[in-house]
C-alpha cells in the first residue's frame, strides 16, 4: 500500500517526464494509441472473463459495448490524430496587415481518470484515448466495484503503454479522495452526481478544470407508430436498451417509458412477447443478461420494489435471486410519481411504463425533473420531434432508438445540469483534455502610429474609424479631410 | 425593477433566490429564445453604448481616472464591435451543426444543436469595468440565456451607470444587474445557475467555483497571472518598447490581466520618457491607482528591502491623487514579493538571463499565465517559444493585441482560468452543444439484441471494424 508521500512522488515523476516534452510528438501519441489497439485484439479473452466474472456479461455484449466500441475508437483517433494536432488559422481583418493568428491545441499535463463500474473497460479506455491523443501523462482510477476489470487494467496497462505516461491507482472511495485532493490539469470522472460535486469541490482549490460524466433518468417517449412492424422495431430497441446493456445499469439506458394510455396494453404485450424472444423463458439460465453488480446494488433495487405500491403496479418480472445476485427483467405499470422508484435513476432492470393522456405531455413531464443524460423518442411524428428538440434539454436526443449515440465519433457525448458538465467522444475527447492556445504574430514593418500616447482627438478619429473597419474614413482623417467628432 | 430596490432592502440569499426564480419563469416562458429577442437585446447594447459614450467615459474616469482614449478605444469601442460581430454572425450560430454519421449508427442522421443553459451569472471585475461586465452579456443574450450581472463594487460609478442603463435599454424580466459587494455576491453564488462567468483573481475564483460545485454549475473563470515578455537581440528595439510599453501603461496603467507583468531579456530599454513627459504623474494619459488598497499593496511591492534599490526609473508616486509613475526596476531577486505575484500596476521588472532560452525555464517554472509575448526575429526562437510556453494566450512581437481579434478564444489555462470566450466562443460559452440523432425503423441489425450467438459476435465485430467487405463475409459465415 502506497503512502501519500509515495504518491506524489510519483506524480512529481510524471510531470516532469510531461515537461521533458515526452508526450508531445505525434509518433508517441501514437505509438500508445497503437499499444492501446493491440491491447484490445490481443486481450479480449481476459477482457471478456473479467466482465463475466464481475458483472455477468456475455461476450457478444461486451464486444458490442465495450471492446469493439474501443477498437473503433482508437482507429478513429489514430485516422484523425493529425488533423486533431494541427493549428486551426484564425481569420483576421484586412486591418490586421502583416499578421497572422492561428489556435493551438497543446496538452494540459497531467490528467486524472476515475472511471465508473458498470462499462469499467469502455469508461476507463475511452477517455484514456482522448488524453493520450492529446499528450498528456494520465493517471487512471478504475472502479474498485468491478475489481477483476480494475486489476486487469493495472496489470496489463504497463505492458502496452509508456508506463513512464500511464499509471493505474486502484483502490476504493479513500484512494479517490486522496487522488482528488492532488493537482491535476484536468479531471474526468464518470459516476454519480453526489460523488461528481466532491470532485468538482475538490477540483476548485488548484482550478483544475473537470469533466462530470454523470447520470439522470433517461425517458423514453413512445408515440403511436404506424404499422405493427415499427412497433415491434421500437419495442425491441427499448428492451434492448433496457434489459441488455448489463441489466438497465448504464447511464444511457432507458430509464423509464411514456407512452399514451390507450396504447399502453399493446405495448405491455409486445414487451411481454420480446422479452421471450430475446431473453428466453430462463432469462438467467440464457446468459444474454448481465447481473447486478454487488449486493448494494441488489438491495438498493429489492427496497425499490418493496414499497407496497410500487409492488402492486408489477405487471410482469419481479422475482430476484440474492445469491446469483439476479433480477429477472420486471415492468411495471404507473407506479407512484413520489416513489424511489421513480425519484432516483433506477440503474438496473425494472422498467417503469409511465401513463399519459396526450404524448405531448411527456415535454411537461421531462422538463419539471433535473436535465437527463439522454432523451429517446420513438415517432414519426414531424411536429412532436421538433417540440422535443426545442423544448427539453438534456445531454442528447435520439430519435427511434436508444444507446446508439455512443458509438457516434462526431457527435459530443455528455450532460448538462444534474447529468454533466463537458464531453468526449470522437475529437471532443481530444479536445477535453488540451488547451486550446491563441497564437499571434506581428511583423515589426506594420504599426499604426496612433496606438502610442500622447493622446489628442486626431488620434482618437482614426481609431474610431478604425475599429469601424472604415478604412476610407481613416484614409481620410489622415489626409486632414475629416475632422474628429466633437460630442 | 432593476438596480433601485437595493437600497431600500439589503440583498440577501431570499432576494436573490427570489430574483433566480423570476429569470427561471422568463426562460421558462421562452422569450429569450427566439431570434428577434436576441438581436433586439444586442442592439440595445448597441444604442446604449452609442447614445451613452460620454456618460461611459465620464464614469470610467470617476472610477479609475482612465483617459478618454483608452475608455474609448478599450472599453467602448470594443463592445461595440462585439456586438456588431454577434449581431452579424447570430444566425449563423444558431443554426444545428450537422454531421457525419458512419456505418457504426447506419441508416441515421445527426446534429449538434446549441441550446441556451438558462439562467447565467456575469460576475464582473474593476479595470474594464464597462467591457468585462457587457461583453460576456453580449454571449450570453446571443446564446438566448436569461442574464444577472454583478459589476465590481470598486468601480462604484461604472456599476450604478451599468444598472441604470440596462435598466432602461434592455428587457428586465430577462436581464437584471445587482449592485453590491462581498454579501450580495456570496448570496448570489448560493443560487443555483446555469453557468456562472467569472472575471477576477484565482482567489476568488476558487470560491466561485466552489460555491458552483454544489450545484454542478459549470464555470469561465477569467483569471490572470504574470504574462511575461522575452525581449530578444537583434529586433527593432524601438518598435518592441513602444508597443510593451502602450502595453503596459496604456492599459490602465499596468492595470490589466493582459499586460506585461514583467520582462526577460538580454539588453534594457529606455523609450518612457518621450510619452509621458517629464512629469508622468502630471500625466492625463495615464489612468490612476484604481483605490487605495491597491495603491498600498503596489508601494508595498516597491518598498521592500530587496527591490527598492533596483528601480532605475520612476518610483514617484503621489498617495493624495492615488497615482504611481511609470516605473521600471533591473534585475529584482526572483524571491521577492514583485517576482510572486501578479503586478497589476505600473510596475515593469527586468530580469536578465545570460542565454535567452533560459527565460522559457523561468516561464514553465511558475504558474500558466494568461498571456506571454516574445520579441524577436529569430525563428527557431519564436517556434520554440510558441510550442513549448503555455500560457492563455501568446503574440510574437507585440502584446495584448490578441484580445481583439474576435476568431481567437480568450481564456486562461491552469491558474490563469478556465474555459474562454470573444466571438463565437462567447457564444459557445453559455451554450449547451446537444447531440441529435435521427434514427430510422429501417436497417435493425438483429445482432444488437441477445440472444447472443457467435455468428453475431463476427458480424458486429466487422460491422464495427467498418470494413464492408468484412461485414458480407460474417453474413455469409465466412470469417
Known amino acids: 500500500m502506497e503512502t501519500r508521500g509515495d504518491f506524489e512522488v510519483q506524480l512529481e515523476g510524471m510531470r516532469e517526464y510531461y515537461r521533458g516534452g515526452n508526450t508531445r510528438g505525434a509518433s508517441w501519441r501514437k505509438s500508445q494509441l497503437r499499444g492501446l489497439g493491440r491491447l484490445l485484439e490481443e486481450r479480449e479473452a481476459e477482457m471478456n472473463a473479467a466482465l463475466e466474472f464481475d458483472l455477468g456479461k456475455h461476450p457478444v455484449e461486451s464486444y458490442r459495448d465495450e471492446i469493439g466500441s474501443l477498437i473503433k475508437s482508437v482507429n478513429y483517433a489514430l485516422g484523425c490524430l493529425k488533423g486533431w494536432m494541427s493549428a486551426e488559422k484564425?481569420?483576421?481583418?484586412?486591418?490586421?496587415?502583416?499578421?497572422?493568428?492561428?489556435?493551438?491545441?497543446?496538452?494540459?499535463?497531467?490528467?486524472?481518470?476515475?472511471?465508473?463500474?458498470?462499462?469499467?473497460?469502455?469508461?476507463?479506455?475511452?477517455?484514456?484515448?482522448?488524453?493520450?491523443?492529446?499528450?498528456?501523462?494520465?493517471?487512471?482510477?478504475?472502479?474498485?466495484?468491478?475489481?477483476?476489470?480494475s486489476s486487469l487494467l493495472a496489470n496489463v496497462l504497463p505492458a502496452y503503454l509508456d508506463p513512464k505516461a500511464v499509471k493505474v491507482v486502484e483502490g476504493g472511495p479513500t484512494i479517490s479522495e486522496q487522488l482528488v485532493q492532488q493537482k491535476w490539469d484536468k479531471i474526468l470522472f464518470t459516476g454519480s452526481a453526489r460523488v461528481g460535486r466532491m470532485v468538482m469541490a475538490?477540483?476548485?482549490?488548484?482550478?483544475?478544470?473537470?469533466?462530470?460524466?454523470?447520470?439522470?433518468?433517461?425517458?423514453?417517449?413512445?408515440?403511436?407508430?404506424?404499422?405493427?412492424?415499427?412497433?415491434?422495431?421500437?419495442?425491441?430497441?427499448?428492451?434492448?436498451?433496457?434489459?441488455?446493456?448489463?441489466?438497465?445499469?448504464?447511464?444511457?439506458?432507458?430509464?423509464?417509458?411514456?407512452?399514451?394510455?390507450?396504447?399502453?396494453?399493446?405495448?405491455?404485450?409486445?414487451?411481454?412477447?420480446?422479452?421471450?424472444?430475446?431473453?428466453?423463458?430462463?432469462?438467467?439460465?440464457?446468459?444474454?443478461?448481465?447481473?447486478?453488480?454487488?449486493?448494494?446494488?441488489?438491495?438498493?433495487?429489492?427496497?425499490?420494489?418493496?414499497?407496497p405500491n410500487v409492488k402492486a403496479s408489477i405487471v410482469y418480472g419481479g422475482s430476484m435471486d440474492e445469491?446469483?445476485?439476479?433480477?429477472?427483467?420486471?415492468?411495471?405499470?404507473?407506479?407512484?410519481?413520489?416513489?424511489?422508484?421513480?425519484?432516483?435513476?433506477?440503474?438496473?432492470?425494472?422498467?417503469?411504463?409511465?401513463?399519459?393522456?396526450?404524448?405531448?405531455?411527456?415535454?411537461?413531464?421531462?422538463?419539471?425533473?433535473?436535465?437527463?443524460?439522454?432523451?429517446?423518442v420513438f415517432t414519426h411524428n414531424d411536429s412532436l420531434r421538433k417540440r422535443m428538440v426545442a423544448e427539453t434539454s438534456s445531454g442528447s436526443v435520439t430519435f427511434n432508438d436508444a444507446m446508439v449515440q455512443y458509438v457516434a465519433d462526431t457527435l459530443p457525448f455528455g450532460g448538462i445540469g444534474e447529468s454533466g458538465m463537458g464531453n468526449y467522444h470522437g475529437k471532443f475527447s481530444f479536445d477535453t483534455f488540451s488547451h486550446h492556445k491563441a497564437v499571434v504574430r506581428r511583423s515589426f514593418l506594420v504599426d499604426f502610429w496612433f496606438r502610442f500616447p500622447p493622446w489628442n482627438d486626431h488620434k482618437l478619429q482614426l481609431f474610431r474609424s478604425m475599429y469601424l473597419f472604415d478604412y476610407l474614413g481613416v484614409l481620410l482623417t489622415v489626409l486632414g479631410l475629416k475632422k474628429s467628432k466633437q460630442d | 425593477m432593476a438596480g433601485e430596490d437595493k437600497k431600500q432592502q439589503p440583498f440577501d440569499s431570499k432576494a436573490a433566490s427570489s430574483l433566480v426564480a423570476e429569470l427561471r419563469g422568463a426562460f421558462a416562458s421562452g422569450t429569450t429564445r427566439s431570434y428577434q429577442w436576441r438581436e433586439s437585446q444586442l442592439r440595445g447594447l448597441l444604442r446604449m453604448t452609442d447614445e451613452h459614450e460620454q456618460d461611459i467615459v465620464a464614469a470610467l474616469r470617476s472610477d479609475l481616472g482612465k483617459p478618454e482614449l483608452e475608455s474609448v478605444l478599450y472599453e467602448a469601442a470594443m463592445l461595440r464591435n462585439s456586438c456588431k460581430f454577434a449581431l452579424k454572425e447570430l444566425q449563423r450560430w444558431m443554426m444545428p451543426e450537422k454531421v457525419k454519421t458512419s456505418l457504426t449508427t447506419f441508416p441515421s442522421s445527426a446534429e449538434i444543436v446549441s441550446e441556451p443553459l438558462g439562467v447565467v451569472l456575469i460576475i464582473s471585475a474593476w479595470n474594464y469595468p464597462y467591457l468585462l461586465s457587457l461583453d460576456p452579456v453580449v454571449g450570453a443574450i446571443a446564446a438566448g440565456n436569461a442574464v444577472v450581472l454583478k459589476p465590481s463594487e470598486i468601480a462604484p460609478a461604472t456599476s450604478a451607470l451599468l444598472a441604470k442603463l440596462l435598466g432602461e435599454y434592455m428587457d428586465s424580466?430577462?436581464?437584471?444587474?445587482?449592485?453590491?459587494?462581498?454579501?450580495?455576491?456570496?448570496?448570489?453564488?448560493?443560487?443555483?445557475?446555469?453557468?456562472?462567468?467569472?472575471?477576477?483573481?484565482?482567489?476568488?475564483?476558487?470560491?466561485?467555483?466552489?460555491?458552483?460545485?454544489?450545484?454542478?454549475?459549470p464555470v469561465v473563470l477569467e483569471l490572470g497571472g504574470k504574462s511575461p515578455v522575452v525581449v530578444d537581440s537583434g529586433i527593432n528595439l524601438q518598435i518592441a518598447c513602444r508597443r510593451i510599453i502602450v502595453g503596459k501603461w496604456g492599459n490602465n496603467n499596468g492595470q490589466a490581466c493582459i499586460a506585461s507583468d514583467y520582462i526577460i531579456t538580454t539588453k534594457d530599454l529606455n523609450e518612457l520618457e518621450t510619452f509621458y513627459g517629464k512629469n508622468p504623474l502630471e500625466s492625463k494619459d495615464l489612468s490612476r491607482i484604481v483605490n487605495s488598497d491597491h495603491f498600498t499593496r503596489l508601494t508595498k511591492l516597491l518598498d521592500e528591502d530587496k527591490v527598492s534599490k533596483k528601480v532605475v526609473y520612476g518610483g514617484e508616486r503621489d498617495p493624495t491623487k492615488l497615482q504611481i509613475a511609470p516605473t521600471i526596476l533591473l534585475d529584482v531577486p526572483r524571491d521577492s514579493l514583485i517576482m510572486n505575484e501578479e503586478i497589476f500596476g505600473p510596475l515593469l521588472p527586468i530580469l536578465t538571463v545570460d542565454k535567452l532560452e533560459e527565460s522559457f525555464d523561468i516561464i514553465n517554472s511558475g504558474a500558466k499565465p494568461l498571456a506571454a509575448y516574445i520579441f524577436t526575429n529569430d525563428k527557431k526562437l519564436k517556434e520554440h517559444f510558441v510550442n513549448n510556453v503555455s500560457a492563455g494566450g501568446l503574440v510574437v512581437n507585440d502584446t495584448t493585441v490578441h484580445l481583439a481579434v474576435h476568431a481567437l478564444p480568450f481564456g486562461g489555462v491552469g491558474e490563469s482560468g478556465?474555459?474562454?470566450?470573444?466571438?463565437?466562443?462567447?457564444?459557445?460559452?453559455?451554450?449547451?452543444?446537444?447531440?441529435?440523432?435521427?434514427?430510422?425503423?429501417?436497417?435493425?441489425?438483429?445482432?444488437?439484441?441477445?440472444?447472443?450467438?457467435?455468428?453475431?459476435?463476427?458480424l458486429m465485430k466487422a460491422l464495427l471494424g467498418g470494413s464492408i467487405l468484412g461485414i458480407l463475409r460474417a453474413l455469409f459465415g465466412r470469417s
Not at chain 1, 462499462?119 to 468491478?146: C, H, M, Q
Not at chain 1, 404507473?334 to 421513480?342: I, V
Not at chain 1, 432516483?344 to 393522456?357: A, N, Q, S, V
Open chain 2, 173 to 217: 424580466s430577462s436581464i437584471r444587474v445587482v449592485e453590491g459587494a462581498v454579501p450580495e455576491t456570496t448570496a448570489l453564488l448560493e443560487q443555483k445557475w446555469d453557468k456562472i462567468f467569472y472575471t477576477g483573481n484565482g482567489r476568488v475564483g476558487r470560491i466561485v467555483m466552489a460555491a458552483a460545485a454544489k450545484h454542478l454549475t
Open chain 2, 418 to 458: 478556465i474555459g474562454a470566450y470573444h466571438g463565437k466562443f462567447s457564444f459557445d460559452a453559455f451554450s449547451h452543444k446537444k447531440a441529435v440523432v435521427y434514427r430510422s425503423f429501417m436497417g435493425d441489425a438483429a445482432i444488437r439484441y441477445p440472444p447472443y450467438t457467435n455468428g453475431k459476435l463476427r
Open chain 1, 90 to 149: 484564425a481569420k483576421l481583418p484586412l486591418a490586421a496587415v502583416l499578421t497572422t493568428a492561428e489556435i493551438i491545441p497543446e496538452p494540459l499535463g497531467l490528467v486524472l481518470i476515475i472511471s465508473s463500474w458498470n462499462f469499467p473497460f469502455g469508461l476507463s479506455l475511452e477517455p484514456l484515448i482522448g488524453a493520450l491523443a492529446a499528450g498528456n501523462v494520465v493517471v487512471l482510477k478504475p472502479s474498485e466495484v468491478a475489481p477483476r476489470c
Open chain 1, 323 to 376: 445469491n446469483s445476485l439476479f433480477i429477472e427483467p420486471t415492468i411495471l405499470l404507473d407506479p407512484p410519481l413520489e416513489s424511489g422508484l421513480m425519484q432516483d435513476e433506477i440503474f438496473g432492470p425494472l422498467l417503469p411504463i409511465i401513463t399519459l393522456k396526450k404524448i405531448e405531455d411527456s415535454i411537461n413531464f421531462i422538463n419539471s425533473r433535473p436535465k437527463p443524460l439522454a432523451i429517446y
Open chain 1, 202 to 307: 475538490a477540483a476548485a482549490n488548484h482550478l483544475t478544470p473537470v469533466t462530470l460524466e454523470l447520470g439522470g433518468k433517461c425517458p423514453a417517449v413512445l408515440d403511436s407508430l404506424s404499422n405493427s412492424w415499427v412497433r415491434e422495431v421500437a419495442v425491441q430497441r427499448i428492451l434492448g436498451s433496457k434489459f441488455s446493456a448489463c441489466a438497465g445499469q448504464a447511464c444511457i439506458a432507458i430509464d423509464y417509458v411514456l407512452v399514451e394510455t390507450k396504447f399502453s396494453s399493446t405495448l405491455l404485450e409486445l414487451m411481454k412477447a420480446w422479452i421471450s424472444k430475446m431473453l428466453g423463458e430462463n432469462p438467467r439460465e440464457s446468459r444474454s443478461m448481465a447481473r447486478i453488480v454487488n449486493k448494494n446494488h441488489f438491495f438498493r433495487l429489492k427496497t425499490l420494489l418493496e414499497d
